[in-house]
């Protein structure tokens, strides 16, 4: 096997950064992997967008609206009426605080089940019901964070089990905030996407990142049952 290392060193001396687009990571795939990588940089929120409400640049608009556009349309007024206690339109709030007050409603005024049913349920249901999985709490804070006008998808993958955690498979959402990219969002846990969370696919749509799909023939007593055994531990 053949090992590369590649190594980016732009500066000697302090500079002043203007508007900068660093595409540096490899991309992996079948016939190449990555052993590590390290990327040392301070991500902070654009200037433009630490207080909400704000507009996405020009430049990223187009590549942005298909994460803004709202999946269950018909439950914008139920939303935005759950909202109403978040953010009063008219207000100008910091956009960090607001995003990590919804993640902390979402994990206060649901209660977590494990569902077994395919698929997710409608934002609707997740407040008629007042409970959901984690997949749908991740649903739920995507059209949220799209009423407001933020871009947002849903991941996939894997959590580190910890004490009072929902795991080991797992669903979160990621939110783009200009300047610090996407950023992940745990309101099944109240927390931050970090470390202990393994990301495995994104998407727009909850049902476009299932981490396992497809069909079967055979005879009609072939199925026996499903168990899945997922152990992530710290090395």
């Not at 290392?5 to 595409?23: D, K, Q, S």
């Not at 942005?64 to 207000?91: C, F, K, M, N, Q």
Request: net charge negative.
């Amino acid at each position: 096997m053949k090992r590369i290392r590649i190594t980016h060193v732009n500066y000697h001396e302090p500079v002043t950064f203007g508007v900068h687009r660093a595409l540096l990571r490899p991309r992996e795939g079948h016939d190449l992997h990555l052993e590590s990588s390290r990327l040392k940089i301070d991500c902070v929120v654009d200037p433009t967008a630490q207080s909400y409400p704000f507009q996405y640049d020009a430049s990223e608009q187009v590549e942005i609206i298909p994460y803004r556009l709202p999946s269950y349309p018909h439950d914008g007024p139920a939303l935005r009426e759950w909202l109403r206690d978040l953010y009063s339109p008219g207000d100008l709030v910091n956009t960090s605080e607001l995003l990590n007050k919804l993640n902390t409603r979402i994990y206060e005024a649901f209660q977590y089940v494990r569902r077994e049913e395919p698929g997710g349920q409608l934002p609707c249901q997740t407040l008629g019901l007042g409970t959901g999985s984690c997949r749908d709490f991740a649903v739920f804070m995507m059209e949220a964070a799209r009423h407001w006008g933020f871009g947002a998808r849903f991941v996939t993958g894997y959590i580190q089990m910890g004490e009072g955690q929902h795991g080991a498979t797992h669903a979160w959402a990621e939110i783009y905030i200009p300047g610090a990219g996407w950023r992940g969002f745990d309101p099944t846990n109240n927390k931050l996407a970090g470390d202990e969370h393994v990301s495995v696919a994104v998407a727009r749509e909850h049902d476009k990142a299932s981490p396992l799909s497809g069909s079967w023939q055979g005879p009609a007593n072939a199925w026996d049952r499903l168990e899945v055994s997922v152990q992530v531990v710290a090395l």
